[in-house]
DNA sequence: CTGTTAGCGCTTTCAG
DNA sequence: CTGAAAGCGCTAACAG
């Protein structure tokens, strides 16, 4: 292997016949340096490919422009949606994203925490884990002097910015719907009870129901602690065989909602006409299910940007003490398993 | 905020009055130091939580432990898992990954690498975008001695080993299926002509089109440039209305069968039993649509480990011009759509 | 077994 | 306008 000798910023001057800071400033384009000198340092390093050492600039400097990335799960429509908007988004202000995955696990979180610290990034993006609730090993990235900004998943036992979407109107308005449209039995499968959006959806669940006046009963309310689709079917499958079955499901996710729907039309229901089903979150599997899912779309892609934009500003004002949340709208987009009612037309 | 100093080696030399050198030594229980002074060292280090400053060591050593990774595009189900099985086994070895897409646009895949490249990576992984050809921009991490190993999509004028998926057999295999169900006009809507495992799968087609003595038509062969749902649906309809239509469809990718479905069932077409449908890939969607997608898995996750294990190991040797390939073999998955026979029965 | 020394490549005072 | 020099924190050859 043709192991080529880097071009150094000394290289660069014994060449010129500067010195090295000259050579220095000169690429920077420092008021103090003649015009000829930077023209003659500029034209040296064009020519013969000078690539300053980031490693070294880096160390100088103390910082890496790399920032850290945690999602629970990867391979997920709504995180990899914010990965993308949060990639696209540090890529503007030259920063890179590295990025790793809990996998919902707080041992995992940490160790990816710690080699995260290790390599230094200048800052760090987390959507917390179900099992993480104190977050101390989050308190450290904060202790360094490297800013934390929570997205989607949060705690609010740290103080850090936050980013994100408006859950408990998401479920109001998502509920609301299902009452327009006329279903009267209400369930929702919900997630952990530890487990801030999860509660946020419920509590807008509940309001919904007892703004409208519609029949509550702790029956028809069941918790996820995967919240995976044989969940959905299980707790589908069980309500619909009790004394008094609902009829229409609220699902934490559209994933839980798969698992109802699966369940529903084994047992041949028909949806929306008897049953009406409604996801959360709006994946890529909402349109191409049969029938279509209704779901409440998180904006993931914008959750991104915004939440990147807000970690770069901080790490650049040297600010880890700040509290600016951000709250994005979600948007009901309604398809065909909750339309009871133009179906009936 | 409370800017606390980081404690150094000299700091702990100072303390216990020995010198860096010892100190550093020591931490890394090099043979040559007592015991006795190990034992200090580390214990006094433990108590005052030293952490080694790592931006100073990888200088020092010029790595980084990080590691990039290219791809396509990240809102996709088959790379966010082939990312999944990378960044997993990236993590055992103690290395970062640094996730960056290209949108399958060379330019943004050239910038990916440039900033990749300052930021010092130790090793990049691509799947290239549908416009790269020559990859010049890639043989910069080669000549800096930073191992280049490519997945799913590559281009062979590039000196690197390779992880790719048997795509020829994969078609072959699934072609095959059709033609045993009864299909006898089978299409094929395929992806650009210069993409190499669009053509791969498309001989793979004709081999198996030929060694059966199926009609091979022109006319049935149609090339998609974006990979879309909507090309799948245009080219279904263009064929479908064609004075000879197929009587099946084997598409590029799952998310062009989809569309190639939609379309069918709009023209109220009987899915499997006039018209067979056939992906590619495996995604999650083929499992939820209905009907059933019979695929063609292509073990992401499986390529993404064996991918960042092979460039682990090229960094770990400093070896650059390896050309090992990896060939994974598919898996048939099949579904409802291509069962023509199990239907009439 | 331990200390001295030099140096990685770059930035940044401080002097001129 | 430019140069000399110090130093970031750590490693490693060399010399005791």
């Known amino acids: 292997m043709i192991e080529k000798k880097k071009l150094t910023l000394k290289d660069i001057a014994k060449e010129l016949g500067i010195s090295v800071s000259t050579a220095s400033r000169a690429l920077k384009e420092h008021p103090d340096i003649a015009k000829e000198t930077i023209k003659a340092v500029k034209e040296y390093a064009e020519a013969h490919h000078y690539v300053p050492n980031f490693l070294a600039v880096n160390f100088r400097k103390s910082r890496t422009f790399n920032i850290g990335l945690i999602v629970p799960e990867l391979v997920h429509h709504f995180f990899s949606t914010v990965i993308s908007g949060a990639i696209d988004e540090a890529k503007k202000y030259g920063y890179n994203v590295l990025v790793s995955q809990s996998n919902d696990l707080l041992k995992d979180e940490k160790v990816a925490c710690r080699t995260m610290l290790s390599s230094s990034v200048d800052g760090l993006l987390i959507s917390i884990s179900n099992e993480t609730l104190e977050g101390e090993h989050l308190q450290d990235f904060l202790s360094e002097g490297k800013p934390v900004v929570q997205f989607d998943k949060i705690t609010d036992h740290l103080n850090t910015p936050k980013v994100t979407v408006d859950d408990f109107e998401g479920a109001y308005n998502a509920v609301n719907h299902l009452i327009k449209q006329g279903y009267k039995k209400i369930a929702h499968i919900r997630g952990r009870k530890n487990v801030k959006n999860a509660n946020e959806r419920y509590e807008g669940y509940l309001k919904a129901l007892k703004d409208h006046h519609v029949e509550i009963t702790e029956n028809w309310v069941k918790s996820c602690s995967a919240i995976s689709e044989n969940e ?107 339309l009871k009612k133009d179906f009936i037309k």
């Open 232 to 338: 959905g079917y299980d707790f589908a499958k069980e309500m619909m065989e009790s004394a008094n079955p609902p009829d229409s499901f609220f699902c934490i996710t559209d994933l839980v909602a798969l698992g109802v729907i699966r369940y529903l039309k084994e047992a041949k229901y028909e949806i929306p006409y008897q049953i009406g089903v409604m996801g959360f979150s709006n994946w890529k599997l909402a349109e191409v299910v049969s029938p279509g899912l209704s779901s409440v779309d998180q904006h993931g892609y914008d959750m991104g940007i915004k939440a990147m934009k807000l970690l770069i500003e901080l790490i650049q004002n040297q600010d880890c003490e700040n509290e600016e949340t951000i709250e994005l709208k979600t948007k009901l987009v309604i398809r065909d398993s909750s």
